[in-house]
Nanobody, 114 residues
Framework: QVQFVESGGGLVQPGGSLRLSCAAS????????MAWYRQTPGNQRELVAD???????LYKDSAKGRFTISRDNAAKMAFLQMNNLKPEDTAVYYC????????WGQGTQVTVSS
């Protein structure tokens, strides 16, 4: 069973940057698309970005040009570089395999505030 551990969140001022990391367990990591999601209180979890096994990337419109998703298959890790952060990016960020039934990790809190 694959499990995910997210890290790298924190408090940052508008315009700042953060790099989120996702560590995955299990041996199948390289065979799956990986995605980053985010969730705010009272709202559904939403897709922020994903990256296929071949490196094709997809971004939520509001993330385009500011966020970059990447992966390191050997290390079984995924990353989300977030630049020019805005208050509306404040959320708990999670990683997972899209459309899977895998459990969600605890996520990492990102707070963008002055």
């Amino acid at each position: 069973q694959v499990q995910f551990v997210e890290s790298g969140g924190g408090l940052v001022q508008p315009g700042g940057s953060l790099r989120l990391s996702c560590a995955a367990s299990g041996s199948m990591f390289s065979r799956y698309t990986m995605a980053w999601y985010r969730q705010t209180p009272g709202n559904q979890r939403e897709l922020v970005a994903d990256i296929s096994t071949t490196g094709r990337t997809l971004y939520k419109d509001s993330a385009k040009g500011r966020f970059t998703i990447s992966r390191d298959n050997a290390a079984k890790m995924a990353f989300l570089q977030m630049n020019n952060l805005k208050p509306e990016d404040t959320a708990v960020y999670y990683c997972n395999i899209p459309n899977s039934t895998l459990s969600w990790g605890q996520g990492t809190q990102v707070t963008v505030s002055s």
